[in-house]
């Protein structure tokens, strides 16, 4: 039977490429600015690009639940995407909570859609580094290892 593995890594904070580390730091600041009055689950997350700069987002609820935003999609929707002159090479996550749960977080499906769309666009793949707040960083090297057998725009037809 055809099988699919991927690598990931777990990485201290000591050892984060300084670039890395400066954004999981924006990442944090981030997360200060989360409006989650709903959940309490406060995300942060920042954006990489590869002329250096960091765009950042943090997640942005709702009254009426499905009009929130996550702090992934926050970040990107800032990204120009009219040119793709800049790449994205990275996406930091990490989050503040008051449950028991500390593992790294794990962005939610649309949030690996989002990311898959930039990734096939621009051909060069983003880094995801999953962290927690206790500065637990798990890193996956390309995007698509944390959406296998994604759609895109491959199966529509463009202009
Ligand atoms: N959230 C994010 O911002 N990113 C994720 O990848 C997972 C979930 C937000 C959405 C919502 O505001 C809160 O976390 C609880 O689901």
Redesign the pocket.
Known sequence: MPTYSFQFEKINLGDLAPSIAQALALAKAACEKAY?PY?H?K?GSAVLLDDGTYIVGS?H?NAAYPA?I???RAALSSLDMSNHQRKVEAIV?TYQSESEMKDP?S??GI?RQSIAEIQHWQKAPIAIYMCSPLDEIIKVADAKHLLPFGFNNDYLKMD
């Open positions: 989650a959940s689950f995300v997640n609820e929130g996550c702090a992934e996550i977080l962005p939610c949030c």
